[in-house]
């Protein structure tokens, strides 16, 4: 059985690339890095290439285009740290930094969202351990007094 051409750059493409977009990571369903409109035409519009976005924002020029390309879901703090980039590569007061200001605002209430989940998770394995933990004391008092008990006869 040979594999169409189409199908195997297809999954060459998927086999070089650990997160495709279709896999994408998510927190109740949601992706981490979602934009409302796509990266590549707002950083066109602002006028500012993929390797200077990417040295802005601090982030690789390979994530600025998968994330492009629809690759990668990135993470939220990533998603942040592009918008900033684009906000302060726009003119001041024009349409794409007020866009850009929106969705660093937008990611950061979502990522303080993911935040807030996470610690309540936490909080709970927390009291578990802690209740675990109360359990091995009482019983290392329990091995203490028995060894206790035991040397003294």
Known sequence: MSVRK????KLEQLSRNPRPARQSKTVSGRPLFNA???LQELRAEVGISQPQL???AGVPIAAI???ERGRYAMAARHGIAIYMALMKAAVP???QHREAKQEVLR???FQEEISRKARIAYEG??????KKLKGVESLEAEMKSIKAQVRSV
Do not use: M
């Not at 189409?6 to 750059?9: E, G, T």
């Not at 394995?125 to 802690?130: A, D, H, N, V, Y």
């Open 93 to 95: 007061e024009s349409p």
């Open 36 to 38: 409302r409109r796509e």
């Open 125 to 130: 394995q927390l009291e578990s351990i802690e």
């Open 65 to 67: 285009a998968n994330v």
């Open 107 to 109: 990611l950061i209430e």
């Open 54 to 56: 990417a040295r802005a």
């Open 6 to 9: 189409k199908d195997r750059v």
